[in-house]
């Protein structure tokens, strides 16, 4: 997660966080994709049944724009198209799919907050992402010490009770679910769907 990482909106959608220093879709330099292919991409995120009935919302062409609802949904999830690696950057493959609980937890995110969550959340990145500190919520790029992990295709779930997420290792080289952002209140397990590589240092 910016994982990026993280996104909101007014209407009862909101756009992710750990992605949101990384995300939306840019003006100039990056080719044009239409509304359709967005849709489809957006909907890559997640499994058909839920994807099929999700919102689908466009990243702001600007940090200061508001996301673009490109389709309505009936099922409460919110799903984003790839975004680029910086505001009028590049796409990258990082489509997303947000229950409800995951966009409170964005709100919350993106408000330095204390995220309220009332049941398991679930999201989706089945693509994978661009990176995002294992350790600082709001770190915007790698360093030396701040654990900077691309991670692979993967599910996000988040726990009422962060205790939950003690079983869990914090290392996202383990070969399984990994705890990101322990001992923070945005804490949350990833649960990897193929194998996870640390981010070389530039």
Known sequence: MKRHGIVLLAAGLLVLPSLL???????TSAKKVSDSEKIADAMSAAPAAIAKHA??????????????????????WVCFPNSPAEFGGASIEDPMCLDKEWQGWA???????????GATGIAYMLKGDKGASNSDPFATGPTKDNNWVVSPAHIMVLYQDLKMLDAFPTDPKSGGPWVMWKGTPYAHLMV?????KVAKMP
């Open 192 to 196: 990897p769907v193929s194998g996870t």
């Open 107 to 117: 709100d919350a995110w993106m408000k330095k907050a204390t995220p309220s969550v």
């Open 55 to 76: 919102t689908i919302m466009d990243w702001p062409a600007t940090p200061e724009g508001t996301p673009r609802q490109l389709r309505a949904g009936t099922n409460g």
């Open 21 to 27: 220093a990384q995300h939306a879709h840019s003006g």
